[in-house]
C-alpha cells in the first residue's frame, strides 16, 4: 500500500509544476491564502481550487495553503472537498483569502448506511435510523452496544449485570419475535456477526456510525439473519491530507445504582424465632436463638459470636475506571488511514479480585491505487484480560445470593482474622446455618484469569468501470478464549478456631476455546441514470461463510504449592479433561434493485436465497424477499412551492413489506443423534461411557420467519430545523421455533429438538422528533423519541400446547413467557376468615396472617373452592409498552452540555429470591421491610407472617413495577479557545466531566429496575452510575 | 485486461463452495443416530447409558441438601427426621405437599422414566442385532441388563405412585400422551422382566464388569416385587433362587459393610455404583454430611434407636442389660454400627464430637462418612459410596417372610433370621435363644418385620415395607410419641402413603390423571 501511495504522489509534484506553468502563460494576478476546517480549525489539504468558468485549478498544501493563478480578481472561486460542503467565494479584488470549510452535514445530502452500501436517506424507503458520532465519544460505557441506549425508537436495551466483561446490554428491535436467539445480527464494516461480544468490544471513539435497520425492506438484504433486525457500524476513516492526532482520556468511579437493605442482626434473630414458633402451630418447638443469645445479639458485646452484619454493605463498594485512547489519522488524494489505540480499565462494584482490562488496536485504510481500482484493509484487534478470584465472574452470584442467604448475627471477619463462616448459635439443636456462600472470601480465593484475543479483519479489493463496480471482500474473524482458574486448599474455622471444614486439595482449571468465520463476499453493482430522471442501481452478491469453534479444557489437583498456577507445576491428582467442537457454513445469493423517477418515486426490492447448514438436506434454502416504496411528495411540483412557503421542506410516505429469517437456532437439530456424554462406574471403580438418546431430533427443521410491514412519514420543517420521522410497524413471525415444548417426562428425554411452531406479533408506532437551532453563539439540539408497543402476543402455538416453565406462561393470547402464578387477595386477620375460605393449597396450617388467594378455577375450569395450581393466572407483563429517550445538546461560547434521558414504562418484573420472600428456608435473611410483618399485634393488610404456609409461592405480591426513567448520560464540556491553543500547537483541548445512570426515577425499591425478564432471581452484580472527568486533545 | 483478469478472478469465488457438501454438516460430537446398535460395542455403550440413570440425585445418589432420593426414603417413616423438611419428606410427613411445589416427585417420576426408555431403546435394539454382529451370550447379558434395569424402574414407580404409565417400547412425540396403567399391570411387567433378566443374565459377572445385573440380582429383585404384590409362594422361590446360586453371605462385618470396603463384599447382591472422581458425574451426595452435627437431613428418631434389642436378644423395655445412662451399653452392634450418640466422635481426622445438638439426639452414621476422602474432598462434599439396592441380608429376610405369610413355617424360617443375626459383628442370639421355638405366625411375622427393621434400618427401605405391611398409619403414631420439637407428623392415609403425579407432567400430557388421594 505505501508503494501506491508514494508513487502517486511521485507523478503528482511534476503534474501541478505544469499546471502552474502552463497557467502562468496567460495570466499575471496571483491569489494566495489557506483553507482550514470551519469545526477545529484545522489546515485542509488536498482541498480542490478552481476558478470558475476557466481552467485554473489548484489544490491546497500540507499547510492548506494554495496559491492560484487567476484570470480576474472579479472571479469567483470553487472550493471543493470530499466530504465538505463546497464554497464559492466571489474574489471581490483580494489576493489573500481565509477559507472555513463545513462538514457536509446537510440533511437532505445526508449519507445512511443500508445494507451492501449507502444511500441518500431523503432515498430512503425502508425504515433506517442512524446515530452519527462525529465527535469524541466520552460516554463511560464499557460496552460500545450502550452507546445506542435512548437513541433509537423502537430499540430496547436491557442490562442485567454490572460486573465488567458480562455487563453488555442485551437488544431486542421493535420487540421479541422470537421465543429463541433474539440477538439482532450485526454488521461492522461490512462483517458479519451473530452476537453483540465484537460490537461490545469497539472502542467507543472508533464509532463512526450505528444505523439500525429495522424493517424487513431494510433487513432482507441479510436473509435469514435478519429477522430480529440489523445493526450496522461504520468506523472511523481517515480524511484526506489531514493529519490529525487525537487524544482523550477520562477517569471516573462506580458505583451501585441502588443498595438492598436487609435486616439487621436483632431483627432476622427475632424473625426467625417466630418464624419457627409459627411453624410449630402452638406446639413445643426449638427456637433458633436462646433468650441469652438474644441478648448478646442485641447489646452487641460478643461481636466474634453474635455480629450485626449487613452483608450487602460489606461486599458492594465503589470502584474506579479509567479510559483512554489514541488515534493518528491522515492521507493524500488516493489514500487515507486511520489507527487507533484504545486502553480500558475498570474495577468491580463488587468487593474481590475482579479487574478487567481492555486493549483496542484498529488500523483503516483505503487506497485508490488506480482510477479503477480501490483497495481497503480494515483491522480490529482486541486484547481482554478479565482477573477474579477462582471461579471467574460465576461466584458473583453466589457472593449476591450471600446478602439474603447468611445471617447478618455472622461477622464478616472473625477476631483472629479469619473469614466468619459460623454464628455463635452453630451448635444449637436448631442450629443456625453457617454461611453457605462467604461473599469476602469467595471474591478473594484463589485466581482466575480469563484472556480474551480477538482479531478481525477485512480485505476488499473494488474495481470500478463504466457505471458498474466489482467488489470481492475476504473477511478472518478470529476469537480466542484462554481461561485460568486456581483454587488454594481451603481451611474454614469458627470463632473459636475449630476446623469446621476444609479442602485439603488445591486445583487448577484452564480451558481454551477457539473461534473462527472465514467469509467470502463477491458484489457486483451497476448504477445508470437514464434520461436524466430514471436512477436504477442494481446489486448482486454471492456470500459464503465457514464457522467453527473448539474447546478444550483440563483441570489437575494436588498441587505442591498454591503459589504454582500452570499444569506443569507438579500437579499429581485428578487429572481431567473435556472438550467441545462444532461448525457451521451459510451459502448466499442476494441482489437488490434501486428505482428513482427524479428523487420523487422511489421503489426496491430486494431478494436473498440463504442455504445453512442448520438444516436438513431438504429444507436447507430459504428465500426472502421485500419491496418497498417511498413517495417524496414535497418534490411533486404542484406542492413544491405551497410546503416550502409553509416552512415544510421534506415530506416523503414510504411503505415496505418483506419476510427475514432467524437461523440463529443450535446446530445439527435436523440430526437425530446419541449422547455420548454419559458415564457409569463398573469393576474395580473404572469409570466406563455410556451413550443414550437424550434429545429427540427433527429432521423438518427451519429457519423461523418474520413477515413485517412498515408505514412510514418523514418532515423536515422550519428550514430542517425541525425534523419527524413516524413509523407504525407490525411484524408477524412465524414458524418460531418451540422449543419449550413440554414434553411428557415418559419420553425419558431430557429436551426435545424445537419444532417450527408458533406464532408471535409485534406491532407499534416509533416517532422520533429532532430540533436544531443556533442563536448567536447559543446553539442547542433536542431529540424526543417515542415507542408504543402494543403488548407482545403469541398468536398460535400450532400443534403445541401452552408451556408452564416455572413462573413463565407460554399460551396463545398472552405475551411469551408472561409471569404466571397466583393472586394475592388479601391477607387472612381471623381464624373464621380462614375457615370460611376456599382451602388454600390443601395446607392444614393456613392461619391468620397467611396469604388469601383468590380462587379463579379448577380442573372443571371454573372456581372449585380449592386453591391450587389450577388457580394461578398472567399477574404480569415482561415486556415494557412503552420506551422513551430524549435527548438534549447545548454549546455556548465553548461550554457544551449534553444530557441523554432513556426509559420504560408499563413492564413487570418478578422479584423473588433475593430476600423478597419471608423467610422462605431456614437460614436466609429477608429485606428490611419485613419488620413491619403480619403478627397478632401487628394486623398488616399488606404483608404477611413469617413461617406461614403458603406465603412464599409466586404470587402478584412478587410482582413489581420495572418502569423507569433514567438520566443515561450527562456530559459538561468546556473547550479552551484556539488562540490560546494555538501558542502550544494544539488544534483543541476539551475539559469534560460526564456521568452514566446518575438518577433512576423508578417505584423499585433496594433493586435495580432495569433487568432480563425471566431471570426472577437475578443474582447478579448490581449495575453501576459512573462518574468520570477527562480531556480531549486533539493536534 | 486487468479489469478483465479481476472479473474472472471474482467470479472465480463467487463459485467456491457452492457445492452442496459444503452446507452438510453434522454433529462433531455426538453419534449418528441410523448407524448405532451395529456391534457388541454399542450395546454395551448403550447399557451403561441406562445405568448412568440410576446416579440420579433423586434416584440413588442423592442427598445432602437437595430434592430427597431413595437412599433419603426412610425419612417418609418412623426411622428417621428430615431436619430439611423442604428437601421433601419432612414436609411430606407434615402434610405440607402439593404436586406443584415439590420437586422431589417430578425428578423421581422422571428419571424412572428416563430409565424407562433407554432401557426400551435397549431392549428393541439389541433384540434386532444379528449374530454377526453380537455373540449371543453377549447379547443375552445385555438384554438381561435392560430388562433388570427397566423393572428396577417400573417397581419405583408403582410402588410410589401406583398407577402409572406403561410403556415397553421406544416412543414418538406423537405417541407420547398416554394414560396410567393400573397397578396390577405395571407389577405383571416388572415381573414378567425379571422372570425373563433372570433366564438370560448370568451368575457372576466378569470382575471389569462388577455392578452389572446378574442372576442373582434379578431373582432378588423379583421376590420383592411378588412379596409387594404379595405372592408368598412365588416370593418363596424366587429369593431361594438368589440362595441357591451360593454367590452370596455374610461374612463381611455388619459395620465395614456399609463403608467402600464393603461395596465388593458378597453381601451385596445389586448396588449402583458411584465414583468419586475430578470430572466425571459419577459421585454421590448421600453419605455427605455437615461437620457442625451429623446428617441433619437425616437424624435418626429415638423410637427406631429404642426398638433395637439388648445383646441378650431383648427389647430395652425387658432386658437388665439396659441402662437408660448409658444407652450404647450392651445394644444390638447394628445399632452402634448405624447410630452415634452423645459424645461420639463423628469426623474422626478432626475429632468433632456430636454434642447432641440436634432434634432427635441421634446421629445417622450408617453409609456416613467421617473423614475427608482420598481425594481430600471434606465429609461435606460429594463421595463415592456404593448404594446396595439389594443385599443378600434382606433377601434371606424376604424368604423368612414369604415363608411366615405363606404359613410355610419351620426350621428354615428360624435359620433364615439366624443368618442375618449371627453375621459376623452382629452375634446377636438366634430366635429359638431370645424368643424361643414353636413359635406362631403372628410371633413370626413380628420377629420378622422387627428384624428388617433394624438390619435395614436408613437403607430406604422401611417406607416400602410399612406400605406394603400396610402399618404406615402406626408409624405414625410413633413419630407423634416421639414428640420431636418442631416435628408435627400428620397421617393422611393413602395421602401419606403415594406421591402425587407431578404437576408438570400433568400439564404435559392430557391423557394423564392426578392420584385419587391427590386429587
Known amino acids: ?1035 | 485486461m486487468k479489469k478483465i483478469l479481476i472479473t474472472v478472478i471474482g467470479l472465480q469465488l463467487l463459485f467456491t463452495g457452492c457445492s452442496e457438501s459444503f452446507l452438510d454438516r453434522h454433529s462433531l460430537t455426538q453419534l449418528a443416530s441410523d448407524n448405532f446398535w451395529q456391534s457388541e460395542k454399542d450395546a454395551l455403550l448403550g447399557i451403561n447409558g441406562i445405568y448412568d440413570v440410576l446416579q440420579t440425585r433423586q434416584l440413588y445418589s442423592g442427598n445432602l441438601n437437595g430434592e430427597a432420593g431413595i437412599p433419603m426414603y426412610d425419612n417418609f417413616t418412623d426411622n428417621s427426621y428430615n431436619g430439611y423438611k423442604w428437601e421433601g419428606p419432612g414436609n411430606y410427613v407434615e402434610g405440607n405437599v402439593s404436586a406443584s411445589t415439590t420437586g422431589m416427585f417430578m425428578n423421581f417420576w422422571l428419571a424412572n422414566y428416563r430409565g424407562i426408555v433407554r432401557s426400551n431403546q435397549a431392549i428393541a435394539n439389541i433384540g434386532k442385532m444379528t449374530a454377526e454382529q453380537i455373540e449371543s451370550a453377549a447379547k443375552d447379558n445385555l438384554l438381561g441388563q435392560a430388562l433388570f434395569l427397566r423393572a428396577l424402574f417400573y417397581f419405583n414407580l408403582v410402588v410410589y405412585y401406583e398407577d402409572v404409565p406403561l410403556i415397553t417400547e421406544p416412543q414418538t412425540l406423537e405417541t407420547a400422551q398416554v394414560a396410567k396403567n393400573p397397578k396390577s399391570e405395571v407389577l405383571n411387567q416388572v415381573i414378567a422382566d425379571l422372570q425373563q433378566a433372570a433366564g438370560l443374565l448370568p451368575a457372576t459377572q466378569p470382575a471389569d464388569r462388577f455392578g452389572y445385573a446378574t442372576k442373582g440380582a434379578a431373582y432378588g429383585l423379583l421376590a420383592r416385587a411378588f412379596l409387594f404384590n404379595q405372592q408368598w409362594d412365588n416370593a418363596a422361590s424366587a429369593a431361594q433362587q438368589v440362595i441357591g446360586l451360593n454367590q452370596y453371605d455374610l461374612s463381611l462385618p455388619y459395620a465395614t459393610q456399609f463403608t467402600e470396603e464393603g461395596e465388593h463384599s458378597k453381601d451385596v447382591v445389586f448396588s449402583v455404583r458411584f465414583l468419586e472422581a475430578a470430572g466425571f458425574a459419577t459421585n454421590e451426595t448421600f453419605s455427605s454430611t455437615y461437620t457442625a452435627q451429623p446428617k441433619v437431613d437425616k437424624q435418626p428418631m429415638p423410637n427406631l434407636v429404642h426398638d433395637f434389642y439388648c445383646t441378650d436378644g431383648k427389647p430395652i423395655t425387658e432386658s437388665d442389660l439396659y441402662h437408660p445412662d448409658n444407652p450404647k451399653e450392651n445394644r444390638d452392634p447394628r445399632l452402634l454400627a448405624s447410630v452415634w450418640f452423645k459424645n461420639d466422635v463423628f469426623i474422626e481426622d478432626r475429632g468433632t464430637v456430636f454434642t447432641g445438638n440436634n432434634v432427635t439426639g441421634f446421629g445417622l452414621k450408617k453409609y456416613i462418612r467421617t473423614k475427608n476422602s482420598a481425594l481430600g474432598t471434606s465429609t461435606g462434599g460429594v463421595g463415592g459410596q456404593d448404594f446396595y439396592v439389594l443385599r443378600y441380608a434382606d433377601v434371606l429376610l424376604m424368604r423368612a417372610e414369604a415363608l411366615i405369610e405363606a404359613n410355610q413355617i419351620g426350621d428354615e424360617v428360624y435359620s433364615l433370621i439366624n443368618q442375618v443375626r449371627q453375621r459376623p459383628g452382629v452375634d446377636m442370639p438366634t430366635v429359638q435363644e431370645a424368643e424361643g421355638t414353636g413359635l406362631s405366625q403372628p410371633q413370626l411375622r413380628e420377629i420378622v418385620r422387627h428384624e428388617r427393621r433394624v438390619e435395614l434400618a436408613f437403607e430406604g427401605l422401611r417406607f416400602f415395607d410399612l406400605i406394603r405391611w400396610g402399618t404406615v398409619g402406626e408409624a405414625y403414631g410413633r413419630m407423634v410419641a416421639d414428640n420431636l420439637n418442631g416435628y408435627n407428623p400428620r397421617y393422611q392415609n393413602k395421602r401419606s402413603e403415594t406421591f402425587p403425579v407431578p404437576l408438570s407432567e400433568l400439564d404435559a400430557n392430557k391423557a394423564l390423571v392426578q392420584h385419587d388421594a391427590w386429587k
Open chain 1, 1 to 1035: 500500500m505505501h508503494v501506491f501511495t508514494f508513487s502517486k504522489r511521485k507523478l503528482c509534484t511534476p503534474f501541478l509544476l505544469l499546471l502552474l506553468f502552463t497557467n502562468a502563460v496567460y495570466s499575471q494576478v496571483v491569489v494566495r491564502g489557506t483553507v482550514r476546517d470551519a469545526s477545529d480549525n484545522a489546515p485542509l489539504a488536498g482541498v480542490n481550487i478552481t476558478e470558475i468558468n476557466t481552467n485554473n485549478a489548484t489544490f491546497s498544501d500540507q499547510q492548506g495553503a494554495f496559491t492560484l493563478t487567476v484570470n480576474s480578481l472579479q472571479s469567483t472561486l470553487r472550493f471543493s472537498f470530499i466530504g465538505y460542503q463546497s464554497q464559492d467565494i466571489a474574489i471581490n479584488g483580494q489576493t489573500q483569502l481565509t477559507i472555513a470549510l463545513e462538514t457536509a452535514k446537510h440533511e437532505l445530502d445526508e449519507i445512511v448506511v443500508v445494507g451492501y452500501g449507502t444511500q441518500k436517506k431523503v432515498n430512503l424507503t425502508g425504515a433506517v435510523q442512524t446515530l452519527q458520532l462525529d465527535s469524541v465519544v466520552n460516554a463511560p460505557v464499557s460496552n460500545s452496544a450502550q452507546l445506542m441506549y435512548g437513541r433509537f425508537s423502537g430499540v430496547q436495551l436491557t442490562q442485567g449485570n454490572g460486573l465488567p466483561g458480562t455487563d453488555g446490554s442485551s437488544i431486542n428491535i421493535r420487540g421479541l419475535g422470537t421465543f429463541g436467539n433474539s440477538v439482532p445480527l450485526v454488521v461492522i464494516d461490512g462483517m458479519q456477526f451473530d452476537g453483540l461480544a465484537e460490537f461490545n468490544r469497539l472502542a467507543p471513539a472508533d464509532i463512526e456510525s450505528i444505523t439500525v435497520l429495522k424493517d424487513a425492506s431494510a433487513g432482507a438484504i441479510y436473509g435469514a439473519r435478519g429477522a430480529n433486525g440489523v445493526i450496522v457500524i461504520t468506523t472511523k476513516q481517515g480524511q484526506a491530507s489531514k493529519f490529525r492526532v487525537e487524544y482523550s482520556n477520562y477517569v471516573g468511579v462506580q458505583r451501585p445504582t441502588e443498595m438492598p437493605k436487609y435486616l439487621n442482626a436483632i431483627d432476622y434473630a427475632n424473625l426467625i424465632n417466630e418464624k419457627y414458633q409459627n411453624e410449630a402451630d402452638g406446639k413445643a418447638f426449638n427456637p433458633r436463638y436462646t433468650e441469652e443469645q438474644l441478648q448478646l445479639i442485641r447489646d452487641g458485646s460478643d461481636p466474634d459470636r453474635f455480629a450485626n452484619t449487613d452483608w450487602a454493605a460489606e461486599v458492594l463498594r465503589d470502584a474506579p475506571m479509567q479510559n483512554h485512547y489514541l488515534s493518528l489519522s491522515g492521507g493524500n488524494a488516493s489514500t487515507v488511514y486511520r489507527i487507533s489505540l484504545g486502553y480500558l480499565d475498570q474495577g468491580a462494584v463488587v468487593k474481590g479480585k475482579f479487574h478487567m482490562q481492555r486493549y483496542n488496536f484498529r488500523a483503516n485504510v483505503q487506497s485508490d491505487v488506480k482510477d479503477w481500482l480501490t483497495v481497503s484493509n480494515n483491522f480490529n484487534g482486541t486484547f481482554n484480560k478479565f482477573v477474579g478470584p477462582s471461579g471467574g465472574a460465576n461466584v458473583v452470584s453466589n457472593m449476591m445470593y450471600s446478602f439474603r442467604r447468611n445471617a447478618p448475627t455472622i461477622p464478616a471477619y472473625y477476631k483472629h482474622g479469619g473469614y466468619g463462616f459460623h454464628d455463635g448459635a452453630y451448635r444449637n439443636v436448631n442450629p443456625s446455618m453457617g454461611t453457605e456462600f462467604q461473599p469476602l472470601e469467595l471474591g478473594e480465593l484463589g485466581d482466575f484469569i480469563s484472556e480474551d484475543y480477538n482479531i478481525n479483519d477485512r480485505l476488499s479489493v473494488k474495481a470500478a468501470f463504466k457505471g458498474f463496480s466489482f467488489e470481492s471482500a475476504v473477511t478472518l474473524n478470529l476469537d480466542f478464549y484462554d481461561d485460568s482458574s486456581f483454587k488454594p486448599s481451603i481451611i474454614h474455622r469458627d470463632y473459636e478456631g475449630n476446623i469446621t471444614s476444609s479442602v485439603d486439595r488445591n486445583s487448577l482449571s484452564n480451558s481454551f476455546s477457539k473461534h473462527y468465520r472465514i467469509m467470502n463476499e463477491n458484489l457486483l453493482r451497476y448504477q445508470v441514470r437514464l434520461r436524466e430522471v430514471h436512477d436504477l442501481q442494481f446489486l448482486a452478491g454471492h456470500s459464503v461463510i465457514y464457522d467453527r469453534n473448539d474447546g478444550f479444557s483440563g483441570s489437575l489437583q494436588n498441587f505442591p504449592s498454591d503459589n504454582l498456577h500452570e499444569f506443569d507445576g507438579g500437579g499429581v491428582a485428578s487429572p481431567a479433561v473435556s472438550g467441545s467442537a462444532n461448525e457451521q457454513t451459510l451459502q448466499s445469493f442476494f441482489g437488490r434493485v434501486n428505482y428513482s423517477y427524479k428523487e420523487r418515486y422511489l421503489l426496491e426490492a430486494n431478494i436473498r436465497r440463504d442455504g445453512s447448514s442448520k438444516f436438513g438436506p431438504g429444507n436447507r434454502y430459504g428465500t426472502f424477499p421485500s419491496f418497498s416504496a417511498g413517495w417524496r411528495i414535497s418534490e411533486e411540483p404542484f406542492l413544491k412551492d405551497a410546503l416550502s412557503s409553509g416552512g415544510l421542506s421534506n415530506l416523503k410516505l414510504r411503505a415496505s413489506w418483506g419476510r427475514t429469517g432467524n437461523n440463529g437456532i443450535g446446530n445439527y437439530i435436523y440430526d437425530q443423534t446419541y449422547n455420548a456424554g454419559l458415564d457409569y462406574v463398573l469393576g474395580d471403580g473404572t469409570i466406563v461411557g455410556g451413550v443414550a438418546l437424550t434429545s429427540l431430533a427433527n429432521p423438518t427443521i427451519r429457519w423461523e420467519t418474520t413477515a413485517q410491514y412498515n408505514i412510514g412519514l418523514d418532515a423536515a420543517l422550519l428550514g430542517n430545523r425541525l425534523s419527524l420521522e413516524a413509523d407504525y410497524f407490525n411484524r408477524k413471525s412465524y414458524d418460531i421455533l418451540y422449543t419449550n415444548f413440554p414434553i411428557p417426562g415418559t419420553l425419558g428425554v431430557n429436551s426435545l429438538a424445537a419444532q417450527n411452531a408458533a406464532e408471535m406479533l409485534n406491532k407499534g408506532v416509533e416517532l422520533n422528533l429532532n430540533y436544531s437551532d443556533k442563536r448567536g453563539d447559543f446553539g442547542y439540539a433536542l431529540g424526543v423519541n417515542v415507542t408504543k408497543f402494543a403488548e407482545n402476543k403469541v398468536t398460535s402455538l400450532g400443534s403445541g400446547v401452552q408451556t408452564i416453565d416455572g413462573y413463565f406462561l407460554t399460551r396463545e393470547g398472552e405475551s411469551y413467557q408472561a409471569y404466571y402464578g397466583h393472586q394475592v387477595m388479601g391477607i387472612f386477620q381471623t381464624a373464621d376468615e380462614v375457615a370460611n375460605a376456599p382451602v388454600q393449597f390443601g395446607s392444614p396450617r393456613t392461619a391468620p396472617g397467611d396469604f388469601r388467594y383468590a380462587d379463579l378455577s379448577g380442573p372443571e375450569g371454573i372456581p372449585d373452592g380449592v386453591i391450587d395450581a389450577f388457580d394461578r393466572t398472567v399477574i404480569g407483563n415482561p415486556y415494557p409498552l412503552w420506551l422513551f429517550g430524549l435527548n438534549a445538546n447545548f454549546d455556548y461560547k465553548g461550554i457544551d452540555l449534553s444530557v441523554l434521558f432513556q426509559g420504560i414504562a408499563d413492564a413487570d418484573r418478578i422479584m423473588i429470591g433475593n430476600g423478597q420472600q419471608p423467610f422462605s428456608d431456614e437460614r436466609s435473611n429477608a429485606l428490611s421491610y419485613w419488620i413491619d410483618r403480619w403478627t397478632p399485634e401487628n394486623p398488616s393488610t399488606t404483608l404477611p407472617r413469617i413461617g406461614g404456609a403458603n406465603n412464599t409461592i409466586l404470587s402478584n405480591f412478587y410482582v413489581e413495577d420495572a418502569s423507569y426513567l433514567r438520566l443515561k448520560n450527562i456530559e459538561v464540556g468546556y473547550t479552551l479557545p484556539r488562540t490560546l491553543l494555538q501558542k502550544i500547537r494544539l488544534n483543541g483541548i476539551r475539559l469534560f466531566v460526564s456521568g452514566q445512570n446518575l438518577l433512576t426515577f423508578t417505584n423499585m425499591k433496594n433493586f435495580d429496575p432495569e433487568r432480563a425478564a425471566n431471570n426472577s432471581a437475578a443474582r447478579n452484580a448490581p449495575l453501576y452510575k459512573v462518574i468520570t472527568g477527562g480531556l480531549n486533545l486533539s493536534f
